[in-house]
């Protein structure tokens, strides 16, 4: 489905895997997972699927190589575990796995943060986005309002874009 027109190409509806990291969500009560597929589905791209995950090295790479091989994801789009306390793993497991870095990405969300937002807590604030097996993936800290901010200032207006380029080569 066409949904609109960015940096002269009509972009396309992208595939989306929604993965939420944390030892106390569940799918009824994860406010930022319900987030992310509400304004997903607003821009008319496609939730496939959403899971609660706990905040586990071995459960959260089994999860992205899973949603990283199927035919009908595009991106995955992670919340939380992105803390700097020693039970946050999100960030150094994705990281591991990456073919490219979006460094770009954790930039301008801190930089955003800081200005927008939280102040000086947001050098703690830890973002990641990159590219495995021609799938984006974008990490984002588990509060609502980080959400909100990656989502709207950042992921959003570029979605389409990032898919066409990681899949281009492809074609």
Known sequence: MIVKHTHGKQALSVR?????VSDTRTLENDK?????QSLLEEKQHKVVDRLVIPDEASIIRQHVLEGCSRS????ILMTGGTGISGRDVTIETIKDMLDKEITGFGELFRMLSYTEDIGSPAMMSRALAGVYSHVAIFAMPGSTGAVKLAMNKLILPELSHVVHEITKDLE
Do not use: A, E, K, P
Not at 16 to 20: A, D, E, N, P
Not at 72 to 75: A, C, F, G, S, Y
């Open 16 to 20: 989306c895997f929604i993965l939420t």
């Open 32 to 36: 930022s997972g319900h987030l992310i």
């Open 72 to 75: 009908d994801v595009d991106v």
